[in-house]
Nanobody, 121 residues
Framework: QVQLVESGGGLVQTGGSLRLSCAAS????????MGWYRQAPGKRRELVAS???????NYADSVKGRFTISRDNGKKTAYLEMNSLKPEDTAVYYC???????????????WGQGTQVTVSS
């Protein structure tokens, strides 16, 4: 079984910072991409940022310059450093990992349970 466990969400004022963590565990062979998605009430889930095993990153335009994604391959953990937070960043943030399990042939997506980020104005 593969688990993605997120931590670090919470309530912060406009302009504040938060750091999210996502730790993957289980019978994992390799992790291709780790990413963060978010879903606000009444909206579709959207990609916030992603990072490959080689360190290539991709960001949504709305967070460029404010958010930084990183990962520790040895710890199977991804991080999302969020600075200059705005009320429109309020959402449930989900960790995603595209990985192969031991004995598996093809990578597939796994999701964390989500962590709430609320930015007050």
């Amino acid at each position: 079984q593969v688990q993605l466990v997120e931590s670090g969400g919470g309530l912060v004022q406009t302009g504040g910072s938060l750091r999210l963590s996502c730790a993957a565990s289980g019978s994992i062979l390799d992790i291709n991409v780790m990413g963060w998605y978010r879903q606000a009430p009444g909206k579709r889930r959207e990609l916030v940022a992603s990072i490959t095993s080689g360190g290539t990153t991709n960001y949504a335009d709305s967070v460029k310059g404010r958010f930084t994604i990183s990962r520790d391959n040895g710890k199977k953990t991804a991080y999302l450093e969020m600075n200059s937070l705005k009320p429109e960043d309020t959402a449930v943030y989900y960790c995603n990992a595209r990985l192969r399990v031991v004995g598996g042939l093809l990578p597939r997506d796994y999701w964390g349970q989500g962590t709430q980020v609320t930015v007050s104005s």
